[in-house]
DNA sequence: ATGTTTATCGATACAAGGTATCAAAACAGG
DNA sequence: CCTGTTTTGATACCTTGTATCGATAAACAT
């Protein structure tokens, strides 16, 4: 049986170095900070959590951990952005519960049959989209705080 | 025959008068800038071509417009916002031209119908949602320029 | 182990897009 | 014209980042 001790390799980390970027101390802090926080985040949040690191490099990481497909970044109604960990591989769009942060995927044929639909209505080549469903999940509907 | 003379009041200055808020100069100021702008604007824009008007008066002034319901925001893939004149009276979603800003109004049946299947698809009470369409508009597509 | 190269880091300044405060000015109605 | 209420501009401040840059740490090869 191979040893898998030291297997506990982040996800996040994992991503970034396939990507050919080093693996360093700092990373490995900010992955685990996101690892370790609930339903979805700020980016004020992990820096609040890590003050030994500087705030440009947690901002550079999100946006490495971004563009490795491994995180997401979601608006809320009033514009204010929020980061979670990013678990299917294809495109996809997210729910936001208003209420507690969480933030789940899904990956609808019907929109993607309506954005092929409207290539007829709206005039012009369709280059790109985007789109988020703001919900109350069900646990803050139940709970009767939040 | 009722003299039309003094009719032109800008439709953007009539609808917060509508609201109850005071008909001013500088209002009139920025209806009127807003009016002449193609396309689509920046706050910051305006800010420029108004250099007398405060620029939290233009924001200020702007937020009155989309509460009116004659402006409305929109945002590019960077994220960058956008306030083009609203002409739909009721809900619709925006496509943008990414090469001149150019804003189109749709109201497609298709989006309301995926939000009701999804309804059943996401966990929770669907409270709101957010859609926007990136294109290359027709006259960017032939014009060789932008 | 040690050097060398290059990526990464933290501090800092800066940027965009707004909002809070508050004294001064402009409205609107009588 | 008076007067109470809104509105305004200046200013400071806030949030969410990004640009710069000298110092540090990875990675790799001796
Ligand atoms: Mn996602
Ligand atoms: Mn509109
Ligand atoms: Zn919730
Ligand atoms: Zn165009």
């Known amino acids: ?3 898998t001790t030291s297997s506990s390799q982040s996800d996040l980390l994992l991503a970034i170095e396939d990507q050919g970027h080093r693996h360093t101390e700092t990373r490995r802090l900010v992955a685990e900070a996101i690892e370790a ?3 979805s985040f700020t980016a004020e949040e992990i820096c609040a959590q890590l003050p030994a690191v500087g705030r440009a490099t947690v901002y550079r990481t999100l946006k490495l951990f971004l563009s490795a497909d491994v995180l997401c970044k ?3 109604p009033d514009g204010a952005p929020r980061y979670a960990i990013d678990t ?3 495109h ?3 729910s936001i519960c208003t209420s507690c942060g969480a933030v789940s995927e899904f990956r609808a044929s019907t929109v993607e049959r309506v954005l092929r639909a409207l290539e007829r209505e709206v005039e012009g080549e369709i280059t790109g989209h985007r789109m988020e469903i703001y ?3 069900g646990k803050c509907q139940s709970g009767a705080a939040n």
């Open 135 to 137: 919900v109350r999940c």
């Open 1 to 3: 049986m191979v040893s």
């Open 88 to 90: 299917g591989g294809r």
């Open 74 to 76: 979601v608006t809320l």
């Open 92 to 94: 996809h769009h997210h």
């Open 37 to 39: 926080s609930p339903e």
